[in-house]
């Protein structure tokens, strides 16, 4: 994956416009669902093989990037 694409897309006619991976109908959500649930990466990346280990990490760094870039502004 480019640097300077994002790893998510939102499209109307993909699942109502529901962030997902680029490439794929698998909601960001779902990711931070497990997440929060204890479930490791791998867990998530074995039940849905569409999103790549690149794409999940790209997701993370880009939420920790947003986190911490909101926190200094606070």
């Known amino acids: 994956m480019q640097t300077n694409q994002l ?7 993909i699942l109502g416009g529901t962030p997902v991976f680029v490439g794929t109908r698998v909601p960001v959500q779902t990711l931070l669902d497990y997440l929060e649930a204890g479930d490791p990466l791998d867990e998530f990346l ?3 093989p569409s999103v790549s280990r ?4 790209a997701v993370l760094e880009l939420a920790k ?4 870039a909101r926190a ?3």
């Open 65 to 68: 990037e947003m986190l911490l």
């Open 7 to 13: 790893p998510i897309h939102s499209d109307p006619d």
């Open 46 to 48: 074995e039940d849905f």
């Open 54 to 57: 690149e794409q999940a990490v």
């Open 72 to 74: 200094a502004a606070a």
